[in-house]
């Protein structure tokens, strides 16, 4: 197939693109703005191998751009729309990108498919998979949380997520377009961030440096890896019903503390660098979701926590080069907005 992975230069995205090349005869077009947590260095191995980078190409623009995202929908057999700001704690601070790139540009890729469709005989169809989050059904206090269950976002991040999921169904609904929805768990594996949990525990405990752990640590997460997640994506994009939402995970949940006894203890560091920090606003207790709708079309997560974690502590620990040139200027005043207050206030773990 022809792909159109919007996002593809970011974490998840490009994951996706590198096992999709590696497994398939696809023709992949990878359109990303590369905003700060976008990078080309994301896909440099995959540009420099003669066999695969013949069939990838890089558009750096934004899903919000009508004149760059038409074209290139209406030249693809499918579009697989991972662009997304993802970090809550952002969100918190300032919402409108979220809104920007889950919505409107949400929407822009939707009118490009439908454009598309309308074209000469009508009979042609541009699969769009949305990749959405776990995060869109709020707390889950008791049980799993399955797909026909009330969405319940609780952050400008999964009310965004939410809002575009609404979009999707609409346009399925509405104009018959085909449409796929995959909700995520929460997702950890290398290349992602430093500014997320499990990437920046690794790479402050690396440092020697604090670890701000929110709370009293016990918020609980289902801990997918970033292969199994582009897998799934991937699995869904060629079996996914049309219509069809999906949940993946791997239903393996764990405490952020745990998670951090585990980091450390990777890495052979002192549970005296863990800090009790103030909580954020509105942080979900729980999620957990059921992947019985998955399963049942024959996909299921394939890495253990416990080998994912330790290949990703290795992955950090191989590749300082790539964290560290994140750490840049504006990932201090990011850094020092969200924690310095809080690390002042904070207490022995």
Known sequence: MRLLVTGGAGFIGSTFVRRRLSTNDDEIVVLDKLTYAGSRANLADLEADPTLSRRLRFVEGDIADPEIVNDLVSSSDAVINFAAESHVDRSIIDSSAFLRTGVLGLHT???????????????????????????????VITGDSREEDRLDPRSPYSAAKAAGELLVK??????????????????????????????????????????????DGQQRRDWLHVDDHADAVGFLLDHGETGGVYNVCRQEERTNREVAE?????????????????????????????????????????????????????WYSDNPAWWRALRDGAWDRYYEHQYGWRLAQSVEA
């Open 170 to 215: 609409a346009y399925g609904a509405t104009y018959g377009l085909d449409v796929v929805i995959t909700r995520g768990a929460n997702t950890y594996g290398p290349r992602q961030h430093p500014e997320k949990f499990i990437p920046l525990f690794i790479t402050n405990a690396i440092d020697d440096q604090p670890l701000p752990l929110y709370g």
């Open 109 to 139: 890729i939707l009118e490009a498919a439908r454009a598309a469709e309308g074209d000469g005989d009508g009979a042609r169809s541009i699969r769009v998979v949305q990749v959405s989050t776990d995060e869109v059904y709020g707390p």
């Open 262 to 314: 585990r980091v450390l203890g990777e890495l052979s560091k002192p549970w005296s660098l863990v800090r009790t920090v103030p909580d954020r606003p509105a942080h979900d207790r729980r999620y957990a979701i059921d992947p019985s709708r998955l399963h049942a079309l024959g996909w299921s997560a394939q890495v253990p926590f416990e080998q994912g974690l330790r290949d990703t502590v290795r």
